[in-house]
């Protein structure tokens, strides 16, 4: 009976640890963020607040845009020109705020 309560014991510590928060360090997806993407109608640069861009890498092999608006949150079409320039005009905008 010991054995098996000291089993118990063991793979309850082990199911908190995987089960703890990660609060402090960077998370980790497995998996695209972006199911889907926005391609058209265009979206004008002002009404988009920040872009991230999240490079392909192992977790997703597209690259990732997600534009933050007073509405939320929309994944945009990386191949898409308009979304080319978007990203280069939001650059623009931030390197030219920063002191």
Known sequence: MKTFTAS???LLICT???LSTTDGRPRIY???EC???YSKPQIPAKRILSLRVIPAGPQCK???IIATMKKGKM???PTEGWVISLKE???KRNNTSQP
């Open 8 to 10: 118990a014991f063991v």
């Open 16 to 18: 908190a640890a995987l």
């Open 30 to 32: 497995l998996r695209c």
């Open 35 to 37: 199911p889907q993407t």
């Open 62 to 64: 597209n690259e990732e």
């Open 75 to 77: 994944c945009l079409d």
């Open 89 to 91: 005009e939001i650059n």
